[in-house]
């Protein structure tokens, strides 16, 4: 195993209540079954599937290998809400993603507000930029408009979406970015998170 690369381990107590879950969900469809509502127990029995589903591949644990912060639920790829940084699980281990990585679809997500400087690269690939694509989100909280970096080349590389933050007026939502290339997404939180990043 590499030096960059964490061990990860299931978590019990995570993977145990997925299934609980699940279990719970299939009592509810067999019941519903015997009620003779074929189509309603249908709903929780494919939910219970997804449940036990979760409780084999996302109940995994390990903690960053580049700031120490437990990270949970490790599925696909999966970043640290600390130091930013972004892995993903091969081989039994934890692995922070190589700069040119690139996801088959905007998956690596970064908080983003009115201004925010975008680097010069594709957010699809990480070549240099050649034009934008607009993107807009429009929520209770907020509305953004975003000119996305592209090449010639690709296009759909960033998405926007709204996530739960914890603020100065309790629960609410906050713009967030996803791109394809870990390139362009590497340097959008050097420019936007300089204190926060530890690459």
């Given at each position: ?50 449940a ?57 997500a ?15 690939c ?10 807009r ?32 007026k ?5 713009p ?13 939180a ?10």
């Open positions: 195993m590499s030096a960059d690369a964490m061990p990860i381990r299931r978590s019990a107590p995570r993977m145990l209540g997925w299934i609980a879950a699940g279990v719970a969900l299939f009592g509810c469809a067999w019941f519903l079954f015997l009620c003779q509502r074929y189509v309603a127990a249908s709903i929780p029995a494919l939910v219970g599937i997804a036990i589903a979760v409780a084999c591949c996302n109940s995994y644990t390990t903690d960053c290998p580049v700031c120490g912060t437990r990270l949970t639920g490790l599925a696909g790829v999966t970043g640290c809400p600390e130091c930013l940084t972004w892995g993903q699980v091969a081989d039994g281990a934890y692995r922070a993603l190589a700069p040119d990585f690139q996801a088959a679809f905007p998956v690596l970064l908080p983003l507000c009115e201004g925010d400087a975008m680097p010069p690269l594709c957010c699809a990480g070549a240099p930029a050649t034009r934008t694509e607009p993107l989100i429009i929520r209770l909280e907020f509305a953004l408009d975003v000119d996305a970096p592209h090449c010639e080349h690709h296009s759909g590389g960033a998405d926007l979406d709204a996530a739960p933050f914890s603020g100065e309790g629960k609410t939502s906050r967030v970015i996803k791109v394809k290339s870990y390139r362009f997404y590497r340097a959008l050097k420019a936007n998170f300089p204190n926060v990043v530890r690459w």
